[in-house]
């Protein structure tokens, strides 16, 4: 076992350590905010568009799904036999209710019908949602050259991860709950199976200070995670944690 004020001390030093890399330029100053290429919890990753069967139609789908939608609500008046067992909705014979959205009774193939009902049902995937959450790793030695520290027993570390994101960079902020920057990483999101979208772990050398000797840290969350996504040209919810010890 290392003494307290040795583990301490390691810890200190990784903290300073993590500081010092908040510099990344541009991201100094960059503030939280819309951009041109967000369009809300609604915005679609790279290579989805929305359907726009109707004008509230923010379903992610292939831009030559939404061109088949567009195609089929323009010829919808041409295929409506004008009366029968539904009425002035009744398809003429070879063709179905869309049903892409509540009350859609646009004519179409059994074909569309199915692709609207496959696209429906994937559509919280498609989403460029910007999910992060956190989980913790236990490191072991800590080495710089061939001089090690023994910090094994000193608790975990937090990793970061995240989904719906676009493929590439993404880069994490970590800030205090004042807006001081703490800390800056970069990671690659991509496809992982089980996750949707663009995923990503990265394994930070920030401590969780309720694990290892300071089990009995008390006080509530004092810092947020964000990321930025820049194809989608947003960022994700704040994801509060935390970062200091406070008895």
């Not at 009902?117 to 913790?136: E, F, G, P, V, Y």
């Not at 910090?151 to 205090?176: C, Y």
């Not at 990483?185 to 949707?196: D, I, K, L």
Request: with cysteine.
């Amino acid at each position: 076992m290392i003494a307290n004020h040795v583990r301490t001390a390691a810890r200190a030093a990784l903290a300073a350590a993590v500081v010092g890399t908040a510099s990344f330029g541009f991201l100094s100053s960059m503030g939280v905010a819309n951009a041109g290429g967000d369009y809300g919890p609604d915005t679609c990753q790279e290579g989805y568009v929305w359907r726009e069967a109707n004008a509230a139609d923010h379903v992610c789908v292939t831009p030559a799904n939404r061109d088949q939608a567009k195609a089929d609500n323009a010829a919808a008046g041409s295929r409506r036999a004008g009366g029968g067992a539904y009425g002035p909705d009744t398809c003429v014979n070879g063709f179905v209710w869309r049903e892409a959205y509540t009350g859609d009774v646009v004519c179409v193939t059994t074909a569309v019908r199915q692709q609207a009902k496959d696209d429906n049902a994937a559509a919280a995937a498609r989403k460029a949602s910007l999910n992060i959450w956190l989980t913790t790793y236990t490191s072991g030695n800590k080495c710089t050259g061939d001089v090690c520290t023994v910090v094994s027993d000193a608790g975990s570390e937090f990793k970061i991860n995240g989904d719906h994101f676009n493929n590439g960079t993404i880069t994490l902020i970590v800030n205090r709950d004042n807006g001081t920057r703490l800390a800056t990483y970069t990671v690659t999101a991509a496809q992982h199976n089980g996750y949707p979208g663009a995923s990503f772990g990265y394994e930070t050398n920030m401590w969780d200070p309720t694990s290892g000797f300071h089990a009995a840290c008390k006080g509530g969350n004092d810092a947020y995670i964000q990321a930025y996504d820049p194809n989608s040209q947003r960022w994700s919810d704040k994801l509060y944690f935390k970062h200091d010890c406070n008895a």
